[in-house]
């Protein structure tokens, strides 16, 4: 039978980046607002957010 997602999640377990992901807990993206060089305004994201970590999947 074929190992499913959930089953090879809970038999590897959270690699490094989800572990420091689930320390830091869900955290969005922040943006800066900006003045392009034709004078329009834009966003420009600044810190990348922090995926949300289920810890369900790992148990």
Known sequence: MKETKR???KRVGMN????????????P???REFIQPN???AF???????????????S
Not at 16 to 27: I, L, M, N, P, V
Not at 48 to 57: A, E, H, I, R, S
């Open 39 to 41: 004078g329009l305004a």
């Open 16 to 27: 490094a980046a989800t572990q420091s992901a689930f320390k830091k807990g869900y955290r």
């Open 44 to 58: 420009k994201k600044t810190t990348l957010g922090v995926p949300f970590v289920n810890p369900t999947n790992f």
């Open 7 to 9: 089953q090879r999640k």
């Open 29 to 31: 993206p922040s943006y």
